[in-house]
């Protein structure tokens, strides 16, 4: 397992930016694949966006062309840039991690999580 901590949430204008940064602890950050999770309450935990060790992203169809992961090994840390945001992305946001890269879409595969950051998007 590894430590993860999110930042960079906070209070935005729809159509508005933000990026969410997740530190991981340890020195074998580039062999897990990271997840961004959101949750609002009452609902469950929604795939934002992965990416693979090697760099392969995948994205939900609502984020799509809004949403860009990324991730710097050298840093131990990924990110998510959120751009033209909109009331609906309001939620917590969770990075995770997993070294199971076949099941990396599935939230079940993770097996480390930040303590999540919240975004609030107001219209």
């Known amino acids: 397992q590894v430590q993860l901590v999110e930042s960079g949430g906070g209070l935005v204008q729809s159509g508005g930016s933000l990026r969410l940064a997740c530190a991981a602890s340890?020195?074998?950050?580039?062999?897990?694949?990271m997840g961004w999770y959101r949750q609002v309450p009452g609902k469950e935990r929604d795939l934002v966006a992965n990416i693979s060790m090697g760099g392969i992203v995948d994205y939900s169809d609502d984020v799509k062309s809004r949403f860009t992961i990324s991730r710097d090994n050298a840093k131990n840390t990924v990110y998510l840039q959120m751009t033209t945001l909109k009331p609906e992305d309001t939620a917590t946001y969770f990075c995770?991690?997993?070294?199971?890269?076949?099941?990396?879409?599935?939230?079940?595969?993770?097996?480390?999580w930040g303590q999540g950051t919240q975004v609030t998007v107001s219209s």
């Open positions: 340890g020195n074998f950050f580039r062999l897990f694949a």
């Open positions: 995770a991690a997993t070294r199971n890269i076949v099941e990396m879409s599935k939230e079940l595969a993770y097996d480390s």
